[in-house]
């Protein structure tokens, strides 16, 4: 079975902040998410990726198979962005359904 | 609207009783997921279908779960003799076909009594 480790967990940042959240796993996937959950929200689908880098707007996320680990980044952070960010994989011993991450609780104060 | 729809979205029951849970996915997703939210456990997966059937039912915690779906949309997810412990947010998730992108429903917020 895939661990999937975030960190940090809680994150407290000023608004403009170039924010970074990592995540590392412990067995070969064929894709990694990036989620976001808003409290008392759903949850959405950022990113969806097996190799490289994605950019959307201000968010980047990037991932390294050799290393087994991804990084999250958030450029000029603002309030709106407070959220948790859930690192999930899938593919890891053939199955489809995510693993997920414990999430990291991002706070941006103005 | 075009997402994916949960019913009910809560449910307060009684240990003992039986629940159903209802996903509709987005029209058209052959892939469809049910995960569940706990405040001890996080996000786990419980079973997955592609079309009508279940290639992967590994995260059901017990055989008090069961799930079907039908004509390749609606599913069910149902809890026999609930117990305090199944108290969670249930969501279900659908995706064009496996291994994309997934999108996730509202959840349903089951409070066991």
């Known amino acids: 079975k895939n661990e999937v480790e975030q960190s940090p967990q809680n994150l407290t940042a000023q608004e403009g902040e170039f924010i970074t959240i990592n995540c590392s796993y412990s067995v070969g996937i064929s894709a990694l998410h990036w989620l976001q959950q808003h409290p008392g929200g759903g949850i959405v689908s950022l990113f969806m990726?097996?190799?490289g880098k994605k950019k959307h707007g201000r968010l980047i996320a990037t991932i390294n198979i050799q290393e087994k680990h991804s990084s999250l980044h958030i450029t000029a952070s603002h309030p709106r962005d407070s959220a948790v960010y859930i690192c999930a994989v899938s593919g890891g011993g053939g199955a489809d359904g995510l693993t997920f991450g414990k999430g990291t609780h991002l706070i941006i104060q103005p | 609207g075009a997402g994916v729809s949960q019913s009910p979205s809560n449910k307060v029951t009684e240990k003992g009783k039986d629940v159903e849970l209802r996903c509709d996915p987005i029209?058209?997703?052959?892939?469809l997921y049910w995960y569940r939210q706990s405040l001890g456990q996080g996000l786990e997966f419980l079973i997955y279908f592609q079309g009508n059937s279940a290639p992967d039912k590994s995260g059901l915690p017990s055989d008090r779960f069961s799930a079907e779906r039908t004509g390749g949309s609606v599913s069910t997810l149902t809890i026999q003799r609930t117990q305090q412990e199944d108290s969670a947010v249930y969501l279900c998730a659908s995706s064009p076909r496996a291994a994309l992108t997934q999108f996730f429903g509202p959840g349903t917020r089951l409070t066991v009594l």
């Open positions: 990726l097996s190799s």
């Open positions: 029209s058209g997703h052959t892939a």
